[in-house]
């Protein structure tokens, strides 16, 4: 199971009702064009407790709780290792890989701002935070003790050959599954990825306040201006849910996240998740394999 943890400032992110009418009004177009309905002030909800996100991840006790934008607090280390719980961080910094190991974690996350979906920064502000993984894995590599995962642009037998020369244990590949024919990305998103409009991506704010990396689409675009001026996670994510949401059903991938790292053009050939994960163990030399070569059956 898979956690955000909160950033600073997020916990608090509700505005006051003025300034919420504000941000309402530059996306009114959107809602017009599509015939969607703005959020009413009362609906938009603060984040969930994370006390109470944290006790009934404890409670249901999976063999591997993994954490992002954060290092999570002392006594969740200690009842996770009383439970034999295994923690996993995500690190899009040394100095952060560094703060995840001294705080006890199993595994480390090194996840280079090639990745696709959010990004995960909270010890420096994002634009301090953005090494790419060929930079950011050996370092990480050797500056912690707990076994490094390397995460980031990697989509074939070569990337993960790479991140292990690098001094990685192990990847974690979100964009390749993306393309997968098991997964849920919508048939738009999954006809970009593995093709040329999937080789340039940006990073953004305006879809859910966070800053994330996808593929540029009209809305990306159109919006360019307020990348800086759009309220934090969660309102803009609450704001966007309608636009999102209608754009999706209407067919219309100009309004809709396009989440995708940046060796997403490397993606796409319509496998099924299994058949790419097999095919990614072949490419790998024997000695590189660390699970070992798939069994002839
Ligand atoms: C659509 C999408 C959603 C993601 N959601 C999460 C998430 O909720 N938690 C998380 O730890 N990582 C998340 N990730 C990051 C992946 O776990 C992984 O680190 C990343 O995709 C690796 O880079 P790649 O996209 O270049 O393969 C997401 C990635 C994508 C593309």
């Keep these: 199971m898979n956690l955000w943890i909160p950033l600073e400032g997020e916990r608090s992110a509700l505005p006051d009702n003025a300034e919420f009418t504000a ?28 006390d109470d996100q944290i006790d009934a991840l404890l409670a249901a006790a999976p063999p591997v709780i993994s954490f992002v934008m954060g290092v999570p607090p002392r006594r969740v280390v200690d009842e996770a290792r009383r439970r034999g719980i295994a923690l996993i961080g995500t690190a899009t910094t040394v100095d952060e890989a560094v703060a995840l190991d001294e705080a006890g974690l199993d595994a480390i996350v090194a996840s280079g701002s090639d990745a696709g979906g959010h990004r995960g920064a909270f010890l420096a502000p994002l634009r301090e935070s953005l090494v790419g993984t060929f930079s950011l894995v050996p370092q990480i590599a050797d500056a912690v003790a ?63 306040g966070r800053t994330a990396r996808g593929i540029p689409n009209r809305f990306v675009r159109d919006m360019a201006a307020y990348e800086d001026v759009v309220p934090p996670y969660p309102v803009q994510n609450a704001l966007m849910q309608p636009i999102r949401r209608a754009a999706a059903a209407q067919g219309r991938p100009e309004y809709v996240n396009l989440w995708a790292g940046q060796a997403a053009a490397l993606t796409g050939d319509g496998l099924g998740a299994g058949e790419y994960l097999a095919r990614l163990v072949r490419e790998l030399p024997r000695q590189d394999a660390p699970f070992g070569p798939p069994r002839a059956r």
């Design 23 to 50: 941000h309402t009004e530059r996306l009114r177009p959107y809602y017009d064009e599509l015939g969607a309905a703005a959020p009413a002030y009362e609906d938009v909800e603060a984040l969930p407790d994370f």
């Design 146 to 208: 707990a076994p490094v995962i390397a995460a980031g642009g990697i989509a074939d037998g070569r990337g993960v050959r790479a991140a292990l020369a690098l001094g990685a244990d192990a990847v974690q590949i979100g964009t390749a599954f993306l393309a997968t024919r098991e997964s849920g990305a919508s048939g738009a998103h999954k006809d970009r990825l593995g093709t040329p409009a999937a080789r340039t991506t940006v990073l953004t704010r305006l879809f859910s």
